[in-house]
């Protein structure tokens, strides 16, 4: 029997920041994707998929030219063949797990990353497989591989685990100081939207950081400040300027709460302003937060919490909070009265 697993991801600091190659703050938590299997005589994978109650076979013996999108069995599959993997050991599969699906928390890259650790187990290798190249193949099988407009960022944090400061430009992470206080998560019940919101997000961000590249070729968005924004908001199209100010200020936010997370002291009180300063440029320049989760956030600041935001895409989804266990319970009904599906505590794993 193979028994492998894959966390959920939460990102604190950076949404929308990936795709531009701008860092982002993000760690995996304790709800998981887990993959069982046991080989059997055939030359299949019989996969029950448990929490969609579906089953799905897959033969080993043919080649399947169309692969419709999102279908991660599939992409996993052709990029590990084209990684040198060979395939042709049967196995009774089962998939399953408590990610709330859709709901921001990254269930789909939960889903590939476990898969691929599944895979691989299932092989006879004598080189060392790293978490890191676990996250970049798993990045090619679910974004690149259907040409989709989301970062890496989600791929990368679920297979290296801990609370992560990842460089997208260059792939690079740095581990950060995990200890930071009681999370709550809220489920909204809003489903997210994640490819319409990342499209627009993503496209817009680009445009306005091209813009000024093209009249200022030295701009550099790794040394932008306040006054950057400032300067060269004037040559911005007014359709993109919206986003010129949140691919800015996020990156300052990010980077302010590195400097917290990596040298100290861990001021919570002072993270979680910078949290409710980034979910303020998420709805209101970004625009990826419903209206009732922006009521409901506030709620649980009226709570005692130290911070809120939505987690990932937006326009649905999870929300989480930084609190104090003194106004944790506080929080989680707060939460719960102002009509989400459910909130609870989480805590942040690190590497196994």
Known sequence: MIKVEAPARICFFGDHQD??????????????????????????YSIHLIDLQEFRTIDLNKRYKKIKNGDYLLSVLEVLKKAGFFFNQGYKIKIFGNIPINAGISSSSAFV?????????????????????????????????????GGLMDQYTIAQRGLLYIDTKTTQTERLNPDIGTLVIAESGIAKKTLSVLENARAYGQA??????????????????????????IHVPKMYQDHWYASIFNYILTQKA????????????????????????????????????????????NAGALGTKIIGSGGGGCMVAIVSQEFKENVIQ???????KAAYEINLITPV
């Not at 304790?30 to 069982?36: C, G, S, Y």
């Not at 970004?286 to 009732?292: L, R």
């Open 19 to 44: 795709y531009l190659n701008l860092p982002v703050i993000a760690g995996t938590i304790n709800r998981f994707i887990h993959v069982e299997g046991e080989i059997t005589n055939k030359k299949s």
């Open 113 to 149: 990353v476990a898969w691929i650790r599944f895979l691989i187990a299932t092989q006879d290798h004598k080189n060392k497989i790293t978490d890191e190249q676990i996250g970049r193949w798993a990045y090619e099988a679910e974004s690149q591989f259907f040409n989709e407009p």
């Open 208 to 233: 306005s950081i091209s813009a000024v590249k093209k009249k200022f070729p030295e701009f550099d968005i790794y040394k932008a400040n306040e006054l950057d924004y400032k300067k060269y908001l």
């Open 258 to 301: 590195k400097k917290i997370l990596k040298s100290g002291p861990l001021d919570l009180k002072k993270l979680g302003v910078l949290m409710d300063s980034h979910q303020k440029i998420l709805q209101e320049k970004i625009q990826n937060t419903p209206d009732k989760m922006k009521l409901q956030m506030q709620a649980a600041r």
């Open 334 to 340: 707060a939460f719960l009265n102002n009509g989400v």
